[in-house]
Structure formats: C-alpha cells, structure tokens
C-alpha cells in the first residue's frame, strides 16, 4: 500500500512558475513508476508525465514538453513537477500517481496503481 500526499499548487500569474511535490509512504517507494495527471473543471483526467523507478526513463504530454520537469528522490520518497512557462491553459488540479507496472510511454487512468488526493493549480493571464 502506497500513500501519496501533493504539495506546491497554489495561484500564479501566466509565465511563473511553481514546483509540485508528491510525498509517498512506504519503503516501496524506488519500485513504483511515478506520474502526474491533471484534471480541468469539466474535462478529464489528462496524462502529462511519468518517470521510472530509477528516474532514468521519463515521457511528457507534448502540451507541457519543455515547459515541465519531472524528477525524484528516491531516499526522500518525493517526485517533484517544476512546471516553467506556466500558461492559464495549465490551470488545473494536479495528481500524483503511482504503478507497479512496467509502462512506456503515456500512461492511461487504468494504468495507476495509486493516487494523491491533488492539490489545486491556477495560473491567471
């Protein structure tokens, strides 16, 4: 069993940044792929990006290619998101997810194991 607890959204203006944090419980944590979706009020939850348990493999939703970094620490159990070049478009709540599975590529809802309660992003223009 995973927990996984999001800090880091909050406001800010269009062109800012911020970094996303996603905490995880467990001793686990360096066998989990690790990924953020994102949720807009009405829409679904979008795919934006995933990384190996190593941090060696990581695959971007062409909508926040070279805007968004994903990395983690595995000795602190945290996948971090720095999203640059925030744009209104962005404005969402973000999750962060985990799986067992050995995945390539983008990831689908069905693929995560385990999910963040999320925390609100809002990017004004």
């Known amino acids: 069993q995973v927990q996984l607890v999001e800090s880091g959204g909050g406001l800010v203006q269009a062109g800012g940044s911020l970094r996303l944090s996603c905490a995880a419980s467990?001793?686990?944590?360096?066998?989990?792929?690790m990924g953020w979706f994102r949720q807009a009020p009405g829409k679904e939850r979008d795919f934006v990006v995933a990384i190996s348990w190593s941090g060696g493999s990581t695959y971007y939703a062409d909508s926040v290619k070279g805007r968004f970094t994903i990395s983690r620490d595995n000795a602190k159990n945290t996948v971090y998101l720095q999203m640059n070049s925030l744009k209104p478009e962005d404005t969402a709540v973000y999750y962060c997810a985990a799986t067992t599975k050995t995945l390539w590529g983008r990831w689908y809802y069905q693929d995560a194991d385990y999910w963040g309660q999320g925390t609100q992003v809002t990017v004004s223009s």
């Open positions: 467990g001793r686990t944590f360096s066998s989990y792929a």
